[in-house]
């Protein structure tokens, strides 16, 4: 079956030639929409720094992080241009929601600060040399460690159109590391009293933003412009950073946003999609508007700057695999290590109304850290139920959502 027939009902697993599927769509000339993208990411790519790029709906998440070239359903978070790839046997998509949550305590800090304040209770009511040695050994562990913890949630309404494509959403995510400053602390001098100054050092962000994402195929062009898909997508974000620290000995990693500061911004996504048969090209860049914000009184910043990838995919009747590469750096968030994806990402779908994924992602700089990831998703009538989870270098998470199809 040609490429351009190709359909996969139910599920992701779909593809149709753009010069058939939209030929009721408005007719124009726009290179210069495809010339700004392409500026953009010569400008942005050497020495952009942003948030990592995330990953905010279980399909992404299940394959590895990889989106920018095929997904349709999820194209507000990923490439707004594969609005225009939806199956138009359906009017519309709703996600309510889509859940994720990703913990990573490799060092295991959690563990280790509760074993310190446990040794300094058992100090605090036998002060010898003994206990004394044993307070300042969970200190030594603590050195050099780190807590990550990340968090999302999100609903979006798709409506693909012949004549423009559109979806309207609202996300909420958020980063926050905990890192030991281990130091000053003298506990064997006088085990009957002891002095403590480590701290925990807490940073966070937490942006919420909502907006609209449209996209259209450019028709009558030639060459390298023919069957190209243009996105947008514009938002509004309100940011909340926060930063603080604690005294070791009372600590906590779970983060309460004490001090936490606010601020405000719109920001835009751009993407492209050329599809040439059953290979997919596509580029998208994120937060084309920056932002300077501060993790609350803490006296540090953090920025919120643009985001450029680059997505390869094969997308045949019942399968797709896809690469997806950040061509820019990704600032850290606190004390967490900067960020370059390369990720792979595996989609089947035996039947109908059941799919499994898989994928890997690796980091490029910081850590070099990768992860392996599985997920599944099931249709029942309009009813479409997605499952992710990941396991890696540094931690563990899982995303679930409930989709509604018409």
Not at 220 to 233: C, Q, R
Not at 324 to 333: K, M, T, V
Not at 337 to 342: F, R
């Amino acid at each position: 079956m040609q490429a351009g027939k190709q359909r996969m009902k139910g599920g992701d697993v779909y593809s149709k030639g753009f010069g058939r599927r939209c030929a009721g769509r408005i007719q124009q000339r726009a290179p210069w929409w495809v010339a700004v993208l392409a500026v953009s990411g010569l400008v942005l790519a050497p020495g952009a720094h942003a948030l990592p790029f995330g990953a905010f709906d279980a399909r992404t998440l299940a394959m590895g992080g990889v989106g920018v070239a095929t997904g349709s359903r999820y194209a507000a978070f990923n490439n707004p241009a594969l609005l225009t790839t939806a199956d138009e046997i359906h009017e519309w998509f709703m996600l309510v929601p889509t859940v994720g949550r990703q913990l990573g305590d490799p060092d295991k800090v959690d563990d280790g600060l509760t074993a310190f304040q446990d040794a300094a209770d058992t100090l605090d009511a036998a002060p010898t040399a003994g206990n004394a040695a044993a307070v300042q050994a969970r200190l030594d562990a603590l050195t050099d460690t780190q807590y990550r913890y990340g968090h999302n949630a999100a609903v979006m309404l798709a409506i693909p159109s012949r004549i423009l494509s559109g979806a309207a959403f609202v996300n909420v995510y958020g980063y926050s590391t905990a890192r030991p400053i281990i130091g000053g602390d003298d506990v064997t001098s006088d085990p009957a009293n002891p002095v403590y100054n480590s701290t925990l050092e807490q940073r966070g962000v937490r942006v919420l933003e909502n907006g609209f994402a449209a996209a259209k195929v450019l028709e009558d062009e030639k060459g390298w412009l023919a069957d190209v898909a243009i996105g947008f997508s514009a938002k509004f974000l309100l940011v909340e950073g926060y930063g603080y620290s604690d005294p070791l000995r009372l600590a906590q990693v779970d983060i309460d946003r004490s001090g936490r500061k606010n601020g405000a911004q719109f920001a835009f996504d751009v993407g492209v999609l050329k599809e040439i048969g059953v290979w997919k090209l596509a580029l998208t860049a994120k937060n084309l508007v920056p932002g300077r914000y501060d993790y609350g009184t803490s006296g540090d910043k953090f920025k919120l700057d643009p985001q450029l990838r680059a997505g390869f995919a094969y997308k045949s009747r019942r399968s797709v695999l896809e690469l997806d590469l950040d061509l820019s750096e990704n600032a850290p968030i606190g004390a967490d290590s900067a960020s370059q994806i390369v990720a792979l990402g595996w989609e089947w779908q035996p039947w109908r109304w059941f799919t499994l994924r898989a994928g890997f992602n690796h980091n490029l700089t910081g850590t070099e850290a990768s992860y392996g990831s599985l997920g599944l998703g099931v249709l029942m009538g309009i009813i479409y139920i997605d499952a992710a989870a990941y396991t890696g270098d540094e931690g563990d998470g899982v995303a679930a959502q409930l989709n509604l199809q018409f």
